[in-house]
């Protein structure tokens, strides 16, 4: 597996975002052109992943290929449900993006208010991440 990579986005989105194109509100928060969004909870988790806002949303150019994704961790900095939240893909190789489910766990929230081991979806609990 690649190694842990680190990135930050505006916001994550916990439930699924049926058009990934143009602004939107996402975990009450207004994402812009321009802005990272972490999707996790997309209906078909090949949709998981770092994506930047614009019409239309395009992966995030850190986080682009297989390579980038394995390991991947991202901070979440806004988000009434999920601000400062830390998240890492937890899939093994190969992934294909677009084909492949990405999962995604999170790990943390910033600050140490709780240590979590959930992933977001599938709903799956996987205990002992953390």
Same mark, same amino acid.
């Given at each position: 597996m690649a190694s $842990? %990579?680190?990135?930050?986005? %505006? $916001?994550?989105?916990? @439930?699924? @975002? $049926?058009v990934l194109s143009g602004p939107r509100t996402v975990d009450g928060i207004e994402v812009v052109p321009g802005d990272g969004v972490l999707l996790v909870g997309q209906e078909h988790a090949s949709e998981n992943g770092l994506w930047t806002v614009g019409t239309p949303w395009t992966r995030h150019p850190a986080a682009s290929s297989a390579d980038d994704v394995l390991g991947m961790s991202v901070v979440?900095?806004?988000g009434a449900q999920r601000g400062d939240t830390m998240w890492q893909c937890i899939n093994a190789p190969p992934v294909e993006l677009g084909s492949t489910e990405l999962l995604f766990a999170e790990v943390l929230e910033i600050g140490g208010r709780r240590p979590a081991a959930r992933v977001r979806p599938p709903l799956r609990v996987i205990e002992g991440l953390g």
């Open positions: $842990v %990579k680190g990135l930050e986005c %505006k $916001v994550v989105a916990l @439930v699924n @975002v $049926v979440a900095r806004q």
